[in-house]
């Protein structure tokens, strides 16, 4: 089955510096990779998310990055906010639709020193 | 992205006792799941919630623990059975619309329960 390594587990950053957690995976067949952020006392909020047919995808001022051929794809974060600290996962899914399982990282708690 | 809300939002109960939690959504969905996120963890499947069939689990988690249920399209509920100590954690649920090339979960606020 899928297996998804993410690192680093923590990351302090000071604000207005960019911020990149990683994450690979072993399964080829994996075609969705999710981003979620996790708030203190809150269930986790999909931020962004990618497809294997594509690259890069940018939003605002977060932006994902999958290679497909190394099985890695990358979460960069830049101009950090306070209000970025959290914890953050990534996640693989094989499927086509969300009756597909969603296999998660360990997740990276990042911290925004002000 | 659907609203969702779980009921109740924390708890604490002794050993030996059962708590069902419940969700809702505030829109009709195909998929519904329940996932475990122990303290300081990232989060595991536990099952899939069917509509009108029994629930789908996954390896390590059986039906006589966590017996789950779904009447319909907007709500579930799962119940923890006969609790210990190691099943203090944040229960979680998700949805999805479950149409074909749309894979985005989403998931509720979570119960933070806690076994003494």
């Known amino acids: 089955g899928e297996n998804v390594e993410q690192h680093p587990s923590t990351l302090s950053v000071q604000e207005g510096d960019s911020a990149v957690i990683k994450c690979t995976y072993s399964?080829?067949?994996?075609?969705?990779f999710p981003w979620y952020k996790q708030e203190l006392g809150k269930g986790p909020q999909l931020i962004i998310d990618?497809?294997?047919?594509?690259g890069e995808k940018k939003d605002q001022r977060i932006a994902v990055t999958l290679n497909k051929t190394a099985k890695h794809f990358s979460l960069h974060i830049t101009e950090t906010q306070p209000e970025d600290s959290a914890v953050y996962f990534c996640?693989?899914?094989?499927?086509?639709?969300?009756?597909?399982?969603?296999?998660f990282g360990s997740g990276t708690r990042l911290s925004i020193r002000p | 992205s659907a609203v969702i809300s779980q009921k109740p939002s924390r708890d604490i109960c002794q050993r030996g006792t059962s708590l069902t939690i419940q969700c809702q959504v505030d829109s009709q969905v195909t998929m519904m799941f329940w996932y475990r996120q122990q303290p300081g963890q990232s989060l595991t499947l536990i099952a899939t919630a069917n509509q009108g069939s029994e629930a789908t689990y996954e390896s390590g988690f059986v039906i006589d623990k966590f017996p789950i249920s779904r009447p319909n399209l907007t709500f579930s509920t799962l119940t923890v059975s006969n609790m210990s100590p190691e099943d203090s954690s944040i229960y979680l649920c998700?949805?999805?619309?479950?149409?074909?090339?749309?894979?985005?979960?989403?998931f509720g606020p979570g119960t933070r329960l806690t076994v003494l």
């Open positions: 996640a693989a899914s094989p499927g086509y639709s969300s009756a597909s399982k969603i296999i």
């Open positions: 990618i497809r294997s047919n594509v």
């Open positions: 998700s949805v999805g619309r479950g149409a074909a090339a749309d894979n985005e979960q989403f």
């Open positions: 399964d080829s067949a994996s075609n969705y």
